[in-house]
Each structure stands twice: as C-alpha cells, then as structure tokens.
C-alpha cells in the first residue's frame, strides 16, 4: 500500500509570502491531521480534516488554512508568512480512530 | 490542557545496554498512549501503543505499559542496538474531540558501537 506523500519536500520563502503544502493520504484513510514541528521540538497539531470537513483546531493563527479533497489528499496554506513559521510540517492520515501514519514533511525555511 | 512530559537528552548508551525513557502525562479524561521515532531526515513512525489502563504495547523489542495510577508510559528495551539511534517521541490522543495527537518534546538517544 502507498503511504503518507508529500510535496514539495523542501522549500524556502521570504516574509509575507504565501505558501502550499501537499498531502496525500494513505489508501483508505479519510482523516488527515497537520502538524509543525519546530527544530528540536515536538510537533505541535494545526488543524484536521475529517471527510473534507474541519475536525478540530490547535493553537494556530488563522493565517493557517487548509483543505481537504474528495479523494482525501490535502493541503495546508500559510498566508504572510513569519520568520518563526520555519518548521518541519508533517501531515498525518488515519482512518477513523486508527492510529495516525505520518509522511516525512515539508521542510519550510522562511529568510 | 492535556499535556506530555518527556525525560531531557540526549541519552548516550552502548550497544545491548538496556533503555529506558520516561514519559508522563496529564489529561482530563483517558487517553491513547503512544511512542512514535523519528529518524533523521524522516517523519514519525509509530513505534507502539496502548489505549488503556494496564495495556503493554511492544514492537521490535520496544515495550511500555499504561499506568494509570502513575500517569506514565516509560519505554524500555533489554539490549539496545545501533540502529535504535534515533528521537523518541512520547504522544497522547484523547478519544472525545478531534483525534489530535499531544507530543512530548522529544528524547534523542544514540547507540554508541
């Protein structure tokens, strides 16, 4: 079975730029968590989409957005973005209440 | 909130000493434990888990049990290897609300030869 995708893998932008980050699910699952992990720290949860609806919501500006498509992919959008949004960002998918499989993160630099 | 406590590293050990990180939590409620690794370079693996009181979860030679009475789920293994160089993440999941993931900070442990 394919796992957790996602692109790009590296990226580097500047102050108040805008980003998207992509996710796609593992085969039939149909949640699909973010989270940022800053550098030597634990990964904090953004947001989840269950069935293409928002299922919750961590501690994150609304400059944090997300979607989430019918085939379950997803993505994660970062408006006016901050010199502390350089992160690694990890997607997570799931099905249902099953344990959450990760893929290896987007690495976001922002100069 | 609901929040994980992990023992600070890094934690350096030869190969087959035997490993223990501490984790302990607090939640309102009962949560899910887990143990997640991440390799350098790579996302978070589920090591193991366990979703109530007593439980052991074990996988690869990793265990930990669900101790309600202490809040914890400390990881151990007899005979560490090289290869188990690595962090160590210990999480939470509640299973009222969205089914987010509450992560400790992380212990990095490396196997010296």
């Known amino acids: 079975e394919t796992g957790v995708t996602q692109s790009p893998t590296h990226l580097i932008k500047t102050r108040g730029q805008q980003v998207t980050l992509r996710c796609s699910s593992q085969?039939?699952?149909?949640?699909v968590s973010w989270y940022q992990q800053a550098l030597g720290q634990g990964p904090q949860f953004i947001f989840q989409?269950?069935?293409?609806?928002?299922?919750g919501r961590g501690n994150f500006p609304p400059r944090f957005s997300g979607l989430q498509f019918p085939n379950y992919s997803s993505e994660l959008n970062v408006n006016a973005l901050e010199l502390d949004d350089s992160a690694l960002y990890l997607c997570?998918?799931?099905?249902?209440?099953?344990?959450?499989?990760f893929g290896d993160g987007t690495r976001l630099s922002i100069l | 909130g609901d929040s994980v406590t992990q023992m600070e590293g890094p934690v350096t050990l030869s190969e087959e000493a035997f490993l223990t990180i501490n984790c302990t939590y607090t939640?309102?409620?009962?949560?899910?434990l887990f143990w997640y690794v991440q390799y350098p370079g790579e996302g978070l693996q589920l090591l193991l888990k366990?979703?109530?009181?007593?439980d052991k979860g074990s996988n690869k030679g990793f265990e930990a049990t669900y101790r309600k009475e202490t809040t914890s789920f400390h990881l151990e293994k007899g005979s560490v290897q090289v290869s188990d160089s690595a962090v160590y993440f210990c999480?939470?999941?509640?299973?009222?609300?969205?089914?987010?993931?509450?992560f400790g900070q992380g212990t990095r442990l490396t196997i010296n030869p």
């Open positions: 999480a939470l999941r509640m299973s009222q609300g969205a089914q987010k993931l509450v």
């Open positions: 366990a979703t109530k009181a007593d």
């Open positions: 989409y269950y069935r293409e609806e928002e299922n």
């Open positions: 939640a309102t409620g009962y949560p899910s």
């Open positions: 085969s039939g699952h149909n949640t």
């Open positions: 997570a998918s799931s099905l249902d209440q099953q344990p959450q499989h």
